[in-house]
């Protein structure tokens, strides 16, 4: 019976890895808000062709020819106000990223893809992401157009059409690459 007590207190000693250090903001409000249906949600009557007053599962499919005029239901008041929450909720997130924001591909002068390369670029906030290839992964951050890549190297950037155009500092060489959207 001791033994196992000790090995419990034992067992409460070992150290603990702890999550790893990051400047990014631990939680922030979803940018598009969870969908908050009405109390009617569901129990609405339909509104497209037919007599039909509630909408029901599909058992057959059903032919163009049983249509008079719209193959859908119109939307309802609730679903129109969602979609517009949906839509306008992306614009912001949208205006609020930075030019890095999103996933990128770096490949080097003969276009062969060296890794990819995902990052967060908030308009006035630290930038901050990771990259990977098929040897590791890492952690990258950015300070301007410089972007350190945890155990890859250095890269830096300039912007060149839709992409970037730059060079990759990795063990003491250095080579040109192009940064893309996949």
């Not at 049983?66 to 193959?71: K, V």
């Not at 929450?85 to 997130?93: F, L, M, P």
């Not at 390369?117 to 990977?132: F, H, I, N, Q, Y």
């Not at 951050?141 to 992409?163: F, P, S, W, Y």
Request: proline letters at 6%; zero cysteines.
């Amino acid at each position: 019976m001791t033994g196992l007590i000790v090995f419990a207190f034992a067992g409460a000693l070992l150290p603990q890895s702890a999550p790893h250090p990051s400047s990014q903001v631990i939680y922030s409000a979803p940018a598009i808000r969870p969908f908050e249906p009405n109390a009617s949600f569901g129990r609405e009557n339909a509104r497209g062709d037919g007599g039909e007053s509630r909408r029901h599962a599909l058992e057959v499919p059903v032919s163009v020819d049983a249509y008079a005029r719209s193959y859908e239901f119109v939307p309802t008041s609730v679903e129109l106000a969602y979609n517009r929450g949906v839509n306008s909720a992306e614009q912001r997130v949208d205006q609020n990223a930075g030019p890095l924001d999103g996933s990128w591909q770096v490949s080097d002068d003969r276009g062969q893809v060296l890794f990819g390369m995902v990052l967060s670029d908030p308009r006035g906030g630290a930038t901050e992401g990771g990259w990977r290839n098929t040897e590791g992964f890492g952690l990258a951050t950015a300070n301007g157009r410089t972007i350190t890549l945890e155990d890859m190297g250095v890269l830096t950037l300039d912007r060149q059409g839709n992409g970037w155009r730059g060079t990759l500092a990795s063990n003491g060489r250095s080579r040109a690459v192009t940064v893309t959207r996949p």
